[in-house]
């Protein structure tokens, strides 16, 4: 998506309580779970710095209060989950929003009616196109997007943007398997959910594009190439080599080389965890056995072309590849990423090749890694240069073992906030008082995921000041 206008706010006072991070009122609040109120209060008890716990009490409850539509569709609950300031359901977005709440969906019958609501409300938005990325609240209305009103593609309504990123369907089977796995619900994966997954499956084959282009294509009117596909709106030129071609990336920025490796990373595995719930609670082996099929595949092809060596000589997982051998080493904050491989559960947290991969991105071997004054991190071609992504931060915390690298992390988040309290999708890396999106709720949500991940396994780093 475009990125909106920055808004400027006062800097705030490092460690000093924020006076903007503050919720809706209780009867403004679009919806509410007492199992994540209990959580917020459980977890807040465990911030020693007055500062990081307001933000966290504002920032983890900020999908439920803020974005959440729960109704219902031909007499089934039904959940569309606005990204913030833009009112469509990305099903990227909306997946990374509500998995913070997940490990909860047990405690509160509430809460777990909201996952089958966007579990089924996912599956009717693929089949009614597996190549959109975002959707209108409205199966029926045209997009409302003024970028997207005059885009070269198939575009059919409910629809309400159409860029073809992998791991848009990827999200949707992790929200999936991820709800599945916390509650043993089977009643969300009904023959919808089978057809969908099918979709996806078939649409992960035809953008292996072993026998011709597929279907897809996209351009776009815009004086920013990273808008829109080159070559007729097929993209840059590929030898099939099994890998899954992605036009976009996770950021909605234009791939350079179609191969995306952290995004066919997740395909891997989250094909596994369908195959999982395939079998497990629809009773569908063959499916299970199409996803794993095409997993094993990709798989095999991300170890043979996925991999480059940076000018000094250290072997990392490249960003994008095209099959002919060409490759491009970065990394973009947007999840999936480089960095985040094993947050996403992609690779081991102690794999050498990754955490090589790992330390080139936060240096200045990734052209979009970012050190200022204020704060160090990843941002990408979407905003700018010299602006990081918290959620760049958040999701290398999500990653870390090591106290005082996430201590350090965590001083950042809380002194870059510009005075609101909440994330923000970019900061300026010298002036964090100049940011892009007021309103994000998956930088929220992960940062609120990222603080209950620490009161659970390192409980000493919120407890101890910063």
């Known amino acids: 998506m475009p990125a909106p206008t920055p808004a400027a706010q006062a800097p705030a006072t490092p460690g000093a309580p924020t006076a903007f991070a503050a919720r809706p009122p209780k009867a403004q609040r679009r919806f509410t779970s007492p199992a994540v109120e209990a959580e917020i209060a459980r977890v807040s008890a465990m911030i020693a710095d007055p500062k990081l716990r307001a933000m966290f009490a504002a920032c983890y409850p900020n999908t439920l209060d803020t974005t959440v539509e729960l109704g219902l569709a031909n007499g089934r609950v039904d959940a569309f989950v606005i990204t913030g300031d833009i009112p469509c359901m990305w099903l990227r977005d909306s997946s990374a929003q509500l998995l913070s709440y997940v490990h909860l969906v047990r405690k509160d019958a509430h809460l777990a009616t909201l996952f089958r609501g966007a579990i089924a409300r996912q599956a009717r938005s693929v089949l009614l196109d597996p190549y959109a990325n975002a959707f209108m609240r409205d199966a029926t209305a045209k997009t409302n997007l003024p970028w997207a009103l005059e885009d ?147 798989a095999v092809a991300l170890l043979k072309w996925g991999t480059m060596r940076l000018p000094d000589g250290r072997q990392v997982w490249a960003y994008e590849v095209d099959g002919f051998g060409n490759a491009v080493f970065m990394d973009d904050a947007n999840v999936p990423s480089l960095l985040g491989l094993a947050y996403t559960g992609c690779v081991a947290a102690d794999d050498p090749l990754w955490l090589a991969t790992a330390d080139a991105c936060w240096s200045d071997a990734n052209p979009y890694f970012f050190k200022g004054t204020a ?72 940062f609120g995921e990222m603080i209950v991940g620490l009161a659970d396994r390192l409980p000493a780093v919120l407890a101890n000041p910063l």
């Open 152 to 298: 070269q593609t198939e575009m059919k309504t409910g629809v309400a943007e159409r860029k073809w990123e992998v791991d848009s369907l990827c999200w949707t089977m992790r929200l999936a398997y991820r709800y599945w796995q916390a509650s043993g619900d089977a009643a969300p994966f009904d023959g919808i959910w089978v057809s969908a997954q099918q979709a996806i499956v078939r649409t992960f084959r035809e953008q292996q594009r072993k026998d011709g282009r597929g279907p897809y294509s996209f351009r776009r009117s815009s004086d920013r190439p990273t808008e829109t596909l080159g070559l007729d709106g097929y993209g840059a030129p590929t030898r099939p080599v099994g890998l899954i071609h992605s036009g976009f990336r996770p950021s909605d920025d234009a791939c350079i080389y179609p191969f995306l490796i952290p995004a066919n990373h997740f395909a891997v595995t989250t094909l596994r965890e369908m195959a999982l719930v395939a079998e497990g609670a629809a009773g569908n082996a063959a499916l299970a056995a199409e996803a794993r099929a095409l997993a094993d595949e990709v």
């Open 375 to 446: 704060i160090e991190g990843i941002g990408g071609p979407h905003v700018g240069l010299g602006q990081v992504w918290p959620m760049s931060l958040i999701v290398r915390a999500l990653s870390s073992s090591d106290p005082v690298v996430i201590a350090t992390l965590l001083r950042h988040l809380r002194d870059t906030d510009a005075g609101t309290g909440f994330m923000h999708e970019a900061v300026d890396c010298n002036n964090p008082a100049q940011f892009t999106r007021s309103w994000f709720a998956w930088a929220n949500g992960l």
